[in-house]
């Protein structure tokens, strides 16, 4: 049996395009992400971000007025992220976003932003951008877990910015 050059060289070039096709069509490959927050759909820039002077990352909390139970127990444990930085802390800052004043807390309090929903934490950048949110959820060890992905990814930003 004698094979056709030209129909072999065919073969080996319109299979490997019918594969990259089909695998496209039926979601084969993986998302490609690896950051454990959502990326905003919307810019989202945080107004006074220049005054004092911001950090590299800073992890903040939205905390309007009508978020009770939820902002408290976000509140407490913003203590447990910075200490959990280890020798990271001095990289990154710790602010609360509200315009109230009567809450107790050491950490920069800002002006609240009705843009971001009430009680999440959020990752902001040097220039105050809002790039990843990671929601706040009433069961403790799933909320654990999102706090946790939220260090990875701002110890492996951290990484990025001294590599580069």
Known sequence: ?????????????????????????????????????????????????????????TIALNYPKSCHSVCEAQLASLDNLHIALGKNQQKVDVAVLTNQQDIATSWRQLDENSALKAGDLYLV???????????YTDEPEQNRLIQKGLLKDLKKLLNYARSS
């Open 125 to 135: 950048d040097h220039m105050g951008l809002v790039v990843l949110h990671y929601p």
């Open 1 to 57: 049996m004698k094979v056709n050059p030209l129909s072999l060289f065919a073969l080996c070039c319109f299979v490997p395009l019918a594969l990259a096709y089909t695998a496209l069509k039926l979601d084969w490959l993986p998302s490609g992400s690896s950051n454990y927050g959502e990326l905003l759909e919307t810019e989202v820039k945080l107004a006074n971000w220049q005054q004092g002077d911001p950090k590299p990352w």
